[in-house]
């Protein structure tokens, strides 16, 4: 007989964490086995106690057990069977608080038991584990039989059970309505759920329902499957609720436990047409009916009753519609209806009757329109009346779909504002010297109805990040890695230096296919000058390009300033770009209003790129610069202010703020004048709290502003109600800049396309303040393999630990920015375990997200083991995973990679059977071969002893040890220090016999 059995596997599972810290137990065997068929049940009560808690003498539950039977429960309870007998069973849930609610007017103890759960006030999981269950149940198996209750009617629940898992809502009134029914795949109502044919000798409960309010967990029985229960119907319905004379009609059934099944009003048996409890029938109706349905068994019987209206056809309405939903004041168009079985027919407001003018209940009329309205047809009989609506949207009124304004500044950091982005430990916001230096009161006024986002993650040079806008990727994957430019001798050979082409799949052309006019203002710079914008998806194309800032700069050098597409109508005119930008936008919003279109607008601000100069729109106070240029970028950050509170105000105009999303965000860290690039900002600015600008590896390269809110606020408006964001909110969470074209997306009601948006996250969970976050995982990849302000870099966040890595010199850098914000404490010495494991997630992120181009790897030389890859650090003292194994033996050649051959140095059982790589290493089975595990055998009786053999390596030791109910472990072994053969590859050891009825054995390898 082999020792390796289900037993011994879960024992593996469960020892195997403790390998060089305490005895690896490898496998259990059991000998003489006693089985017990007692049957019996524990009651476990939710309820916390006090007046009206389930006592008494009355029988409680599905199974008819006497109320004192039942278990009440405080934090924790030792069950007793139904005999009141104390087991070694325990159990312990996680909730947020006992929740009472008063009792239903009957008083009966059931009605108590059903008012009375336990659950976390909202959407969230409540787990409830089980353990220690004895051979009454383990041996025959058992059901588990879980109640719950609600403050109000239709919550919904999900339950997994053992593995069971089961979707419902509780019944359709806030009161138990004195019975039971079981929540199943085709019950809309239940409360109750039974998990058949349990083994374990532990099983948790997870309710994580989805529906706020209070409701959960009211009661839970554990029946050995020998003990006879009560049939339950679980549903009993009818396909169709009114029906003509005559017409077939067909009931549906799902019992539990009968024996029997019968319907009344003539149709008698139907057990033999029922398979497992289910079955259907069809009888002819033509009258009125209430059909009862009753399953028994020997133990007694349980009903459900289903009904049927019979009467004249009802009216209805096949259709009602406008031939255009979209207009301009006082246009005509046309409604029309299709219904049948009516006898009158109407349309509000303003229209009335008209069935006269209906052919057999279908027909059309023409009307003028001067604002939007929605039209209600009611079409009735004598016995009953239907309704339908169709809208006409006028210029001004309620769009088809939400329009969208999508902000992008280029070179504008965090700091760079008047509203805060930095945050204290309790997430409030904390102005800086930045903050009050300059001025950007639009600003202020967007993150005050919206939500500002104090942790987004741009890249750290603009074309990566506007191109992930437009692919919703990574530049890894996307391959747009650097600014657009000639390749260098050093630059990755396939990096994409002349950005997107035409075929790709881009952001606009998604929302084009939606019948958005997509339309393009200021920067692009995500191609080069052989690509027409029109052709990544832009309707309409207002000064974009090939050009990464203006070519003759911001005062119009006297054509178009400088070529710059859709401006030529400024030839000659001193106006700032930014304005002239803004203008333009206006325009072609108000063109798309007009016409009906949903519009999105990329307004992509040159400003505040290089080259500095006075907006002459601004007016701030900026006497606090640190210089002439300094002076120069303020203007410029309050011009673009300025803009965007103009293009705020035009949608209020056009009466379509309040349908319009604005996201705002900087397209990589600052280039103010007053920040440096290594360094904290020197006097008076150095009170920042953030190190780095624009093209570095600090914070301050990387991190930019990001606000999203509706251009007006409205929670009537039905596109807030499907995306509302929180007024004046924050969120600290990490983001991305390549998250937010998915989340326009899924905003806009728009598919996707697999070739599009790989590294998405949806945001809009953020905007609502959705419980339950974060919502998103709280980690951000950036890679930069090119010669800039820093060079050669690959770095990875994870919550608030930090890695950097630094190709050119093979260095890693670790900080932590929650304790740490400026970066100025490298703890890569300090925590090496953690550097390990860092450096291993960026180099498999890295793997994971190339895309079509390829590895992007600097060709610059280096000092790293493999070359220009990332590579964990040469420490041998390092074993992450805690299996007795460095991860330098699991990974010799160090590039964090699992490859063909080494063992994962993240887990530590590798090849997935259930014992640990150094134990198999230390005991001489293959770690990589899950068919090569530690399989024994054993010989003899148990009358005299037996003997047991198992796989061994020379050099390791082992231990036997003994008990005889699984739970409890006898101190002191049989046998220790038993020395494995040497040389050979296998150890034996006779077992001494046992009077017990029962008796297991584990086998360990000691440290």
């Known amino acids: 007989m082999q020792l390796h059995d289900g037993l011994a596997s879960q024992s593996k599972l469960t020892e195997k964490k403790i390998i060089m810290k305490k005895i690896t137990y490898l496998m259990i065997v059991g000998l003489f086995a006693v089985v017990t068929t007692n049957a019996a049940i524990i009651s476990l009560n939710f309820n916390p106690g006090g007046t009206g808690s389930v006592a008494g003498t009355e029988v409680v539950g599905l199974n008819g057990i006497q109320a004192d039977s039942w278990v009440d429960l405080g934090a924790s309870a030792i069950a007793v069977d139904i005999d009141g007998v104390a087991g070694s069973a325990t159990i312990d849930y996680v909730s947020a608080y006992n929740f009472t609610a008063t009792p239903t007017s009957d008083g009966s103890q059931n009605s108590l038991m059903m008012k009375r759960a336990i659950r976390v006030g909202g959407p969230g999981d409540e787990t409830i584990t089980i353990s220690g269950l004895g051979t009454d149940y383990t041996t025959l198996g058992y059901d588990v039989y879980v109640y719950f209750g609600t403050d109000n009617h239709g919550r919904t629940h999900r339950f997994l059970v053992g593995g069971t898992a089961v979707s419902g809502k509780e019944q359709l009134t806030a009161t138990w309505q004195g019975s039971f029914i079981q929540t199943s795949a085709d019950a809309d109502v239940g409360n109750y759920m039974v998990a058949s044919g349990l083994t374990a000798g532990n099983f948790t409960i997870v309710d994580n329902g989805t529906s706020p309010g209070k409701g959960g967990i009211a009661g839970i029985e554990i029946v050995s499957s020998d003990h006879a229960v009560v049939p339950s119907v679980s549903s009993f319905s009818i396909d169709s609720s009114y029906v003509t004379p005559g017409s077939t009609i067909t009931?549906?059934?799902?019992?539990?436990?009968?024996?029997?099944?019968?319907?009344?009003?003539?149709?008698?048996?139907?057990?033999?047409?029922?398979?497992?409890?289910?079955?259907?029938?069809q009888v002819v109706v033509n009258a009125t009916t209430t059909y009862t349905l009753t399953a028994s068994n020997p133990e007694g019987s349980a009903t459900g009753e289903a009904g049927i209206t019979v009467g004249p056809p009802l009216a209805t309405i096949d259709s009602f519609s406008v031939d255009r939903s979209y207009v301009t004041t006082g246009e005509v168009?046309?409604?029309?209806?299709?219904?049948?079985?009516?006898?009158?027919?109407?349309?509000?407001?303003?229209?009335?009757?008209?069935?006269?003018?209906?052919?057999?209940?279908?027909?059309?009329?023409?009307i003028v329109v001067n604002a939007t309205t929605t039209y209600t047809l009611t079409a009735s009989n004598l016995n009953s009346s239907a309704t339908a609506e169709a809208t006409v949207l006028v210029l001004g009124g309620v769009a088809t779909s939400p329009n969208i304004v999508f902000f992008v500044v280029d070179d504008m950091g965090p700091q760079d504002t008047s509203v805060p982005f930095n945050v204290d430990t309790n997430g409030n916001p904390v102005a800086y010297n930045f903050n009050s230096y300059y001025v950007t009161p639009n600003m202020e006024s967007l993150a005050a109805d919206g939500m500002r986002f104090t942790t987004a993650y741009a890249h750290s040079?603009?074309?990566?990040?506007?191109?992930?806008?437009?692919?919703?990727?990574?530049?890894?994957?996307?391959?747009?890695?650097?600014?657009?430019?000639?390749?260098?001798?050093?630059?990755?050979?396939?990096?994409?230096?002349?950005?997107?082409?035409?075929?790709?799949?881009?952001?606009?052309?998604l929302f084009q296919a939606g019948d958005y006019r997509t339309i393009h203002a200021g920067k692009a710079h995500f191609a080069n000058s052989a690509v027409d914008i029109h052709n990544l998806g832009f309707d309409v194309n207002i000064a974009g390009g090939h050009w990464g800032q203006p070519p003759a700069g911001y005062i119009n050098a006297g054509t178009a300033y400088g070529g710059l597409p859709g401006l030529e109508a400024y030839d000659g005119s001193s106006m700032f770009l930014t304005k002239a930008l803004s203008i333009e936008a206006n325009q072609a919003i108000e063109d798309a209003v007009v016409d009906g279109d949903p519009f999105l607008l990329y307004m992509s601000f040159y400003a505040v790129h290089t080259p500095y100069a006075t907006n002459p729109d601004a007016t701030g106070d900026y006497s606090a610069a640190v210089n002439s240029y300094h002076t120069m970028f303020a203007t410029m950050v309050e011009g673009m202010d300025i803009a965007v509170g103009s293009i705020r105000q035009k949608l209020v105009d056009l009466g379509v703020a309040e349908n319009t999303l604005v996201i705002f965000i900087g397209d990589n860290g600052t280039t103010s004048p007053a920040c440096n690039i290594n360094l904290l900002p020197d006097a008076p600015f150095s009170d920042w709290p953030m190190r780095g600008k624009k093209g570095a590896r600090w914070e301050g390269g990387i991190r930019v502003p990001m606000i999203a809110a509706w251009a007006a606020a409205n929670t009537n408006n039905a596109f807030?109600?499907?995306?509302?964001?929180?007024?004046?909110?924050i969120e600290t969470d990490i983001v991305t800049s390549w998250d937010i074209p998915v989340t326009l997306l899924n905003i806009a009601g728009l598919p996707g396309d697999p070739d599009f948006g790989q590294d998405r996250h949806d945001l809009s969970p953020y905007f609502a303040g959705t419980p339950g976050g974060p919502h998103r995982p709280q980690e951000v990849l950036i890679h930069f393999p090119h010669n800039h302000n820093n060079d050669y870099f690959s770095l990875l966040r994870q919550g608030d630990m930090k890695l950097i890595y630094n190709y050119q010199n093979n260095t890693h850098q670790l900080f932590n920015l929650a304790d740490d914000p400026t970066e100025s404490v490298?703890?890569?010495?300090?925590?090496?375990?953690?550097?390990?494991?860092?450096?291993?997630?960026?180099?498999?992120?890295?793997?994971?997200t190339w895309g079509a181009a390829g590895p992007l790897i600097p060709r610059v030389a280096t000092t790293a083991?493999?070359?220009?890859?990332?590579?964990?650090?040469?420490?041998?003292?390092v074993d992450v995973d805690a299996d007795g194994l460095a991860d330098t033996v699991e990974d010799p050649d160090l590039d964090g990679l699992v490859d063909a051959g080494e063992l994962d140095p993240d887990n530590d059982n590798t090849d997935g059977d259930g014992t640990i790589d150094g134990a198999e290493v230390r005991t001489g089975t293959d770690p990589l071969d899950p068919s090569d595990d530690f399989v024994g055998e054993w010989a003899g009786d148990g009358t005299g002893g037996f003997s047991a053999t198992w796989p061994s390596a020379p050099g390791a030791f082992y231990e036997i040890q003994t008990t005889d109910d699984l739970t409890e472990w006898i101190d002191t072994p049989i046998a220790t220090g038993i020395p494995a053969n040497d040389p050979g590859t296998t150890t034996s050891y006779t077992i001494p016999a046992s009077g017990d009825p029962q008796r297991f054995y584990r086998i360990g390898l000691l440290p």
């Not at 539990?256 to 009003?265: E, H, L, N, P, R």
């Not at 396939?494 to 952001?507: A, C, D, I, Q, Y």
Request: net charge negative; proline share 5%.
């Open 251 to 281: 009931l549906l059934w799902e019992t539990f436990g009968a024996t029997s099944i019968a319907i009344d009003q003539g149709i008698g048996d139907v057990t033999s047409i029922s398979t497992d409890g289910v079955g259907s029938t």
């Open 333 to 366: 168009v046309t409604l029309s209806w299709e219904t049948a079985n009516s006898t009158g027919i109407s349309i509000e407001p303003g229209i009335g009757d008209v069935f006269p003018i209906s052919a057999d209940g279908d027909g059309s009329t023409q």
């Open 461 to 509: 040079v603009c074309s990566p990040t506007r191109t992930g806008i437009m692919t919703g990727q990574n530049s890894a994957r996307h391959a747009v890695t650097d600014y657009l430019r000639g390749l260098n001798s050093d630059d990755p050979i396939n990096w994409r230096n002349t950005g997107m082409n035409e075929s790709e799949v881009t952001l606009m052309k």
């Open 720 to 729: 807030q109600q499907a995306t509302p964001i929180l007024a004046n909110s």
């Open 826 to 848: 490298d703890l890569a010495a300090s925590q090496p375990e953690t550097l390990t494991r860092m450096t291993r997630a960026l180099a498999q992120r890295l793997d994971a």
């Open 865 to 877: 083991p493999n070359g220009n890859v990332v590579s964990i650090t040469n420490d041998p003292s």
